[in-house]
């Protein structure tokens, strides 16, 4: 799991940027990871209809509770606060068309051929 | 609108394009990508000692004046005279040149940028003009969700159908669908050095600001840090240090002594 930031002390805290910045970097990959991965099960699965988005936000939700679970207990201590942690790359545009890519692909591939 | 039929489509069409092309995109951005490693040396750093001085010199004024309180008075009186006294280091007529010079006058920087576009946009381009010669005219997949008519000059390029449901798209649209997909893909395969193409793009649209790491005009720079030095107040927060360490240490004593 990414390490830790540096000291707290209250108010200010110290936030060690090398440590940041892989935490950051880690998160990001993970959110591609997810996108990609529920972007081929939906498209096996042959959903059809704006509905699909949802999926999509539901799987980088468990990716989010996935890596509470997994390690980052405090997560107002790994990244800033809990918005960062739930809403970091879910709008941005390169998660969001892998997983449009990849459900097209693989919805083609077995639904319409 | 025909969104209730659905077309059938040929499992031809599958075997020898979908796919193929889907594999041919990914090739080519995996050789882009490597091109863009071997070719990308680091830009010359052409700087002469002038220049690294007079910058560093402007950083360790401002250093001077944010942690001016920690040293004594003469310490910082010396430093100031130094830096913007009568015969002090930002009276001198700096050397580097302005940033609109360095850029005309330096051709290596160009050949850089040069490179740069060339490794990245011209196979792209190029790609896109075989996919376009090669696989025109046909439909050859379907989105799967419904889309508003607006898309279909988007989607559809070369077909002028009006009854086709907007949900079907051209080779030339998954192109580019494809080349914007990828991305996230190639960010999980080489995890750093990536997006290359976006971030010439939004280079080229501020070519001033990303350029010269210089800084911008160093004349002007020197004339504010020596105003902001005269200006200056000093106050040496340790003066009283000793004494204020005494009244502590007194306090505790009384304070274990109850």
Redesign the interface.
């Known amino acids: 799991m990414p390490p830790k930031k540096g000291a707290k002390s209250k108010p200010d805290e110290l936030i060690n940027p090398a440590a940041y910045k892989a935490n950051f970097?880690a998160l990001?990959?993970l959110r591609?990871?997810v996108?990609?991965i529920s972007g081929i099960v939906v498209?096996i699965c042959g959903?059809?209809?704006?509905h699909?988005?949802v999926y999509h936000f539901v799987a980088q939700l468990a990716c989010a509770a996935a890596m509470i679970l997994k390690g980052c207990t405090h997560p107002p201590s790994y990244f800033v606060s809990w918005n960062t942690l739930l809403f970091f790359g879910v709008f941005s545009?390169?998660?969001m068309?892998?997983y449009?890519?990849?459900?097209?692909?693989f919805?083609?591939?077995c639904h319409?051929? | 609108m025909a969104g209730a039929h659905p077309l059938l489509l040929s499992s031809d069409v599958r075997d020898w394009v979908f796919i193929p092309l889907t594999l041919a995109i990914v090739l080519m951005k995996l050789l882009t990508q490597y091109m863009h490693q071997l070719f990308n040396s680091p830009p010359p750093n052409n700087k002469e000692l002038k220049e690294v001085r007079e910058m560093q010199a402007v950083t360790r004024s401002g250093r001077l004046r944010g942690a001016a309180r920690f040293i004594p008075e003469t310490s910082f009186k010396m430093r100031k005279e130094y830096f913007a006294g009568e015969k002090g280091f930002f009276t001198q007529k700096p050397v580097t040149r302005s940033p609109q010079e360095a850029m005309a006058t330096d051709p290596s920087m160009m050949v850089d940028m040069m490179k740069k576009n060339l490794t990245g946009m011209v196979p792209q381009l190029g790609m896109g003009m075989v996919v376009n010669f090669f696989f025109q005219g046909f439909v050859i997949g379907k989105v799967p969700f419904p889309l508003s008519p607006r898309f279909k000059p988007m989607l559809q390029r070369g077909i002028d159908l009006a009854s086709l449901d907007v949900s079907y798209f051209t080779s030339l649209s998954y192109y580019i669908l494809l080349l914007f997909g990828l991305r996230g893909l190639f960010s999980l395969v080489f995890r750093d050095e990536v997006v290359d193409e976006t971030e010439m793009m939004k280079r080229q649209m501020n070519p001033m600001a990303a350029a010269n790491p210089m800084g911008v005009d160093m004349e002007a720079m020197f004339k504010q840090e020596r105003t902001a030095l005269n200006a200056m107040d000093h106050e040496w927060e340790l003066e009283s240090a000793e004494e204020r360490a005494v009244d502590l240490l007194r306090r505790q004593i009384k304070a274990k002594k109850l």
């Open positions: 970097q990001g990959f591609n990871f996108a990609i498209g959903v059809v209809g704006w699909g988005f545009s390169t998660t068309l892998s449009i890519l990849f459900w097209m692909i919805y083609n591939l319409v051929f």
